[in-house]
C-alpha cells in the first residue's frame, strides 16, 4: 500500500438529490493551499520543533565520545624554575667556625606523555639542573666559603608502565569510550523514534482534517436539505395541504443543521491548526493560508498477518532497540567491574642517558647525550593488592543487580509491544468491518429518504417523519466518515506499534 497515492473518498449510492445539492465548500478570503500527505510529511521532517530538538542528540552524543577519545591524546607539558636557598653555619667538631652555604638552582624540564589503547601509559622527557652558589671549603685548616657551579641532566628519558591485570583487557578509559558509542547508537534510535511518532501525528491528523473537512460537506448538505423541505413545506402551508405545524418543524431543523455547521467548521480550523502546528517551527508567521487536504481517505482492506507484524516489532521498533543497547551498556560496566577485582600487577621500566658538567656547560651535556655516554635502566614489576576489596565487589553485585533489572525490564517491554501490536490488528481489523457496516447503513438511509420524500409527495407521510429519516441519514453520514478516518487511523497505529512508519510512508531517514 502506498500511502502518498491520492484515494479519493467515492460517496457511491447517494441520493440523486444528494447529488445535485452537492459540490465544494464555499471560498474563503484566505488563500488555499492543497497538501498531500507526502508534502506534510515533508514538511515535517525539515520544520517540525519536536524533531529539531531531538536532532540535537546524536550531535552532543558524538562530542562526547570524541570526549572520551581524548583520553589517548598526549599531553606535552614544560617549565623552567630558579630555586635559591641559604643555610647557616656553625662550628665543627674543634670549636672552628664555619661559614653558612648560600646556593642557586637553575633548572628546565619538558615531557611528552599519555596513553595508549591497550592500557600502556609512556611518558617520554628530559630535565637540566645548572646550580652555583657558595660552600664551605677550603685547606691548611682555614674553613671559608668556596664557590662552586655544575650542571646534570637526563634526555631520552622513558618511562613505561603495562598493567597484566586490573586495567588489563579494560580501563576507564575504554570503559567510557564503549559507553559513550552504545549512548551515540541510543541517541540515533531515539531520533527515529521521534521522527516515527511525529510523521505518526501527522498522518493521525491529516486523516482527521480529510474527516473534518468531509463533515462540514455533509453539514452543508444537509442543512440545504433541511432549507428545501422548509421551502417545500411553507408552499404547503401556503395552499393549506399542511398544517403550521410543519412548518415549525422544518425551521427547527434548518436552526439545528446549521448549527451543526458552525460546529463542524470550527473542529475543521482546529484541525488545519494542529497540522500547521506539526509543520512549522514559526506558527506565527504561517503564510501557506488554508490547508486543504490533495488526497482522500483510502478504504483498500490489507492482508493481516499477527506473527508477521510481531516480527516487524521485534526488529524494528526504536525503543526495544534502544532497551537492548542498554543492557548491552550494563554488561560494558559489569566487565570493567569484574577486571578491578583483580589485584594492580604493572609491569615498569624506564629508560635514558644521563650528562653532567663543572660548570653552566649545556653543549657538554648535550654531547653525551647524544653519544649516550651514560645510560642508565630500571625494569621491575609492581603489586598493589586492596586488603579486602570490599568497594570493587559492592560495585560489581550492584551491577548484577541493575542488569537484572534491566533484563527484566527488556522482558516486560517485548510483552507490553507484542500485546500492543495484537490489539492493534484487532483494531485494524474491527475498523474496517465497521466502514463495511456503516456504508451499508448510510445505503439504507438514503433509500428510506427517498421511500419517505415520495410519500409525503403523496400526502401519506408527515414532514416529521421525513426530518426523522434525513437525520438518520445525516447521522449514518457523519458514522461512514467516523469509520474511514478510524481505519486509517487504525493502519497509521498499526504501523507504529510495528516500528514500520517510516517504511510504510515511503520516508528514508540518513541519521548520520
Known amino acids: 500500500m502506498n500511502p502518498h497515492r491520492s484515494l479519493n473518498l467515492h460517496w457511491s449510492g447517494w441520493l440523486f438529490l444528494w447529488l445535485i445539492l452537492g459540490g465544494p465548500m464555499k471560498a474563503s478570503e484566505e488563500p488555499t493551499v492543497q497538501l498531500s ?167 493521525i491528523t491529516y486523516y482527521n482534517l480529510i474527516s473534518a473537512l468531509d463533515n462540514v460537506r455533509v453539514s452543508e448538505k444537509a442543512l440545504e436539505l433541511a432549507d428545501r423541505l422548509l421551502a417545500m413545506n411553507r408552499k404547503r402551508v401556503e395552499v393549506g395541504s399542511m398544517a403550521p405545524m410543519g412548518e415549525k418543524e422544518a425551521e427547527s431543523e434548518v436552526a439545528t443543521r446549521r448549527a451543526d455547521l458552525l460546529a463542524n467548521q470550527r473542529r475543521l480550523e482546529d484541525q488545519q491548526n494542529l497540522l500547521k502546528g506539526l509543520l512549522t517551527d514559526d506558527y506565527a508567521g504561517w503564510t501557506q493560508g488554508i490547508i486543504r487536504p490533495a488526497s482522500g481517505l483510502n478504504t483498500a482492506p490489507i492482508a493481516l498477518q499477527l506473527s508477521d507484524s510481531w516480527m516487524k516489532a521485534m526488529t524494528q521498533r526504536p525503543d526495544l532497540l534502544e532497551s537492548k543497547i542498554n543492557l548491552e551498556k550494563q554488561d560494558i560496566t559489569i566487565r570493567y567491574q569484574k577486571n578491578q577485582l583483580f589485584p594492580q600487577f604493572d609491569l615498569v621500566g624506564s629508560y635514558g642517558w644521563a650528562g653532567g658538567g663543572d660548570a653552566r656547560d649545556y653543549g657538554d651535556v648535550a654531547s653525551q647525550w647524544a653519544g649516550a655516554d651514560n645510560p642508565f635502566y630500571s625494569v621491575g614489576a609492581q603489586f598493589t593488592i586492596p586488603l579486602g576489596n570490599s568497594a570493587a565487589r559492592n560495585h560489581l553485585r550492584a551491577s548484577l543487580g541493575t542488569r537484572k533489572q534491566l533484563l527484566l525490564g527488556l ?20 475498523a474496517l468491518e465497521r466502514v463495511k457496516a456503516t456504508q451499508e447503513a448510510r445505503r439504507f438511509s438514503e433509500a428510506a ?63 548520520r
Open 37 to 203: 500527505l507526502a508534502d506534510c510529511l515533508g514538511m515535517a521532517l525539515q520544520r517540525n520543533l519536536d524533531i529539531q530538538i531531538q536532532k540535537e542528540s546524536p550531535t552532543i552524543a558524538r562530542y562526547h565520545l570524541k570526549i572520551a577519545y581524548a583520553r589517548y591524546e598526549p599531553t606535552f607539558s614544560a617549565g623552567v624554575q630558579r630555586d635559591g636557598s641559604q643555610e647557616p653555619g656553625g662550628v665543627d667538631d674543634v670549636n672552628r667556625p664555619i661559614p653558612g652555604s648560600e646556593s642557586d638552582t637553575d633548572s628546565w624540564r619538558a615531557n611528552l606523555g599519555g596513553l595508549l589503547p591497550w592500557g600502556l601509559s609512556y611518558s617520554v622527557g628530559a630535565n637540566m639542573f645548572n646550580r652555583s652558589g657558595l660552600a664551605p671549603g677550603g685547606s691548611s685548616g682555614l674553613i671559608q666559603l668556596m664557590p662552586f657551579e655544575f650542571s646534570t641532566g637526563q634526555a631520552g628519558f622513558f618511562e613505561l608502565r603495562q598493567p597484566l591485570l586490573r586495567n588489563a583487557w579494560i580501563d576507564e578509559a575504554r570503559l567510557n569510550i564503549r559507553l559513550n558509542r552504545a549512548s551515540l547508537k541510543s541517541s540515533e534510535l531515539a531520533l527515529r523514534q521521534q521522527i516515527m511518532r511525529t510523521a505518526h501525528q501527522v498522518e
Open 449 to 511: 429518504l427517498e421511500v419517505e420524500q415520495k410519500k409525503l409527495e403523496d400526502g401519506k407521510s408527515t414532514s416529521f417523519e421525513v426530518l426523522r429519516v434525513q437525520r438518520d441519514l445525516v447521522s449514518t453520514a457523519y458514522n461512514e466518515i467516523r469509520a474511514l478516518a478510524d481505519y486509517n487511523i487504525a493502519l497509521a497505529n498499526l504501523a507504529l506499534s510495528e516500528g514500520s512508519t517510516l517504511d510504510r510512508l515511503n520516508l528514508s531517514v540518513e541519521l
Open 411 to 430: 522482558k516486560k517491554l517485548e510483552q507490553s509491544i507484542l500485546l500492543e501490536v495484537d490489539n492493534a490488528v484487532g483494531q485494524v481489523r474491527t
